[in-house]
């Protein structure tokens, strides 16, 4: 139990629609950061959040956003999705200089 | 050629056996982890190493910084160490950087 929940754990939209995933982290995780992984793959660095401020991007496009919330929760947005954004999203919390990032169980995302 | 890379891809222990999975990447880092996930995507933080080794039960992980080199260490296999093993690198300390391994899966037999 790494006290990292995200929600909903699994979810199906069609192509072109819009989803919100949500992750709520530990009181005192100032930092979330959120991970793709396909199927059979790593996890693919999407983007991190410090202080509600977005800070750090891996190679995905804008139609990939987020949010942090004051709370320790945060979002994922996807707009247009695609087929090929089917996979497990991650998100994992931690106060930064701590030594651990806490994962959460993931969202499991299926575009038609 | 993957900044990270481990092996074995796929290792099948028996119970009880000694179990070594390597790591070596090609980047500069501030730290390595090791994470474990296990069916349905759950991912547990292992260790994180700057250098040296640390050890945690039956899990011993070392990194050698020199030689960009990692190997994570299981003593006294048993069947709930079956997972994928994965090793990260972060390359500034802030997670802004993390670079993930292509996992090992372990399947430990009864």
């Known amino acids: 139990e790494t006290g990292v929940t995200q929600s909903p754990t699994h979810l199906i939209k069609t192509r072109g629609q819009q989803v919100t995933l949500r992750c709520s982290s530990q009181?005192?995780?100032?930092?979330v950061s959120w991970y793709q992984q396909a199927l059979g793959q790593g996890p693919q660095f999407i983007f991190q959040?410090?202080?509600?401020?977005?800070?750090g991007r891996g190679n995905f496009p804008p139609r990939f956003s987020g949010l942090q919330f004051p709370n320790y929760s945060s979002e994922l947005n996807v707009n247009a999705l695609e087929l090929d954004d089917s996979a497990l999203y991650l998100c994992a919390s931690f106060y930064r200089g701590a030594d651990t990032q806490y994962f959460g169980p993931g969202t499991r995302l299926t575009v038609l | 050629k993957n900044e990270v890379e481990q092996s074995p891809q796929n290792l099948t222990a028996q119970e009880g056996e000694f179990i070594t999975i390597n790591c070596s990447y090609s980047v500069g880092i501030s730290a390595l982890h090791w994470l474990q996930q296990h069916p349905g995507g759950g991912i547990v933080s292992l260790f994180m190493l700057s250098s040296g080794k640390k050890k945690h039960g039956r899990l011993i992980a070392t990194i050698n910084i020199q030689e960009k080199h990692s190997s994570l260490h299981i003593t006294a296999s048993h069947p709930r160490d079956s997972a994928v093993y994965i090793c990260a690198v972060d390359r500034d300390n802030y997670g802004q950087n993390f670079v993930f391994g292509p996992g090992t899966r372990l399947s430990v037999l009864p």
């Open positions: 009181s005192g995780h100032n930092t």
């Open positions: 959040y410090y202080r509600e401020e977005e800070n």
